[in-house]
């Protein structure tokens, strides 16, 4: 595992009128729409991905808050899963 990092995020979810919105306060243009919250939350999440490699390339930061895991790392996270 080496250098293995993860970043956590805070996403903001909230149901619109084509299903979902997912965006993460205080990273312009972090925002994405999906059917399904997972949807709107996996789409947010490459939206991220993109801004974070467009930033690195220009030498700018995102200031996210990051972790370094080790072979017996554990997490916990929780999703929301849609019932009814």
């Known amino acids: 595992m080496g250098d293995a990092r993860a970043v956590l995020l805070s996403l903001v979810l909230e149901a619109n009128d084509s299903g979902y919105l997912a965006s993460v306060p205080g990273v312009q243009g972090a925002f994405a729409e999906g059917d399904t919250m997972e949807g709107a939350i996996f789409n947010c999440i490459e939206v991220v991905k993109m ?34």
Not at 52 to 69: D, K, N, V
């Open 51 to 84: 801004i974070a490699a467009y930033r690195t390339e220009r030498g700018e930061s995102l200031s996210f808050t990051e972790i370094e895991l080790a072979p017996d790392s554990r997490m916990t996270v929780a999703i929301p899963v849609g019932v009814g």
